[in-house]
Structures are given as C-alpha cells and as structure tokens.
C-alpha cells in the first residue's frame, strides 16, 4: 500500500506561484494515477488534475486549467502540481491522492483509495 505525503503549501501573495509536491512511499507510483484535489474553507473537496503515472497524460478541472500543471519525476517517485499566477480563492487544503490506473472517472473522489494529509495553502490578496 502506498503511503503520500505532501510538502510545498505556504503563505503567497495573489499573482505569486507554489510548487507542491507528494511524494510516495512504501511502494512507487507505477500502475497509478495521482491526483490533486482541494478543499476550501466550508467547501466541498474539489478535482484539481490527475495525472497517469506510466504515460504521463494528464487532465484538469476547467478552473485551473492554464494556471496550475501537474508533472512527476519518476526518479524521485514524486509528483508535483506547480501552481501559478494564484488568486485569494485558490486558498485551500491541497490534497494528492492515487487510484488504479483502470479506475474510470478520476474526477470524482471515491475514485481514489490513499490519500495524503494535506498541506495548506493560503493566498493573500
């Protein structure tokens, strides 16, 4: 079973950039997708982007589609959601999380089985 952990949430200012991280361990990403999701104060967990471990496709939600992309390095058995030009709104928990690769709509959070403990993000306007 694979264990997450994610890094990279801090205090920026709007307009600014943050690179996350998740990183794996117990066993490598392979044969998964991971995906990034986050949860805003009294708001719902929200699909961010997915990203296939072996080919390296990745989709994203319309509202962060040009602004945020996901990447992994395969070396370091970590992926990472590299998020520009941030706004007050993107202020959230960010969380990564994995699913099989079979697994159909990776939008939806019961897709997923593991989940990181989430780092936060907050953006300042």
């Known amino acids: 079973q694979v264990q997450l952990a994610e890094s990279g949430g801090e205090l920026v200012q709007a307009g600014g950039s943050l690179r996350l991280s998740c990183a794996a361990s117990?066993?490598?990403?392979?044969?998964?997708?991971v995906g990034w999701f986050r949860q805003g104060p009294g708001k719902e967990r929200e699909f961010l982007s997915a990203?296939?471990?072996?080919?390296?496709?990745?989709d994203y939600a319309d509202s962060v589609k040009g602004r945020f992309t996901t990447s992994r390095d395969n070396a370091k058995n970590t992926v990472y959601l590299q998020m520009n030009s941030l706004k007050p709104e993107d202020t959230a928990v960010y969380y990564c999380?994995?699913?099989?690769?079979?697994?159909?709509?990776?939008?939806?959070?019961?897709?997923?089985?593991?989940w990181g403990q989430g780092t936060q993000v907050t953006v300042s306007s």
């Open positions: 990203i296939n471990w072996r080919s390296g496709g990745a």
């Open positions: 999380a994995v699913a099989p690769g079979s697994r159909r709509d990776l939008t939806l959070r019961s897709a997923y089985d593991n």
């Open positions: 117990g066993r490598t990403f392979s044969g998964y997708v």
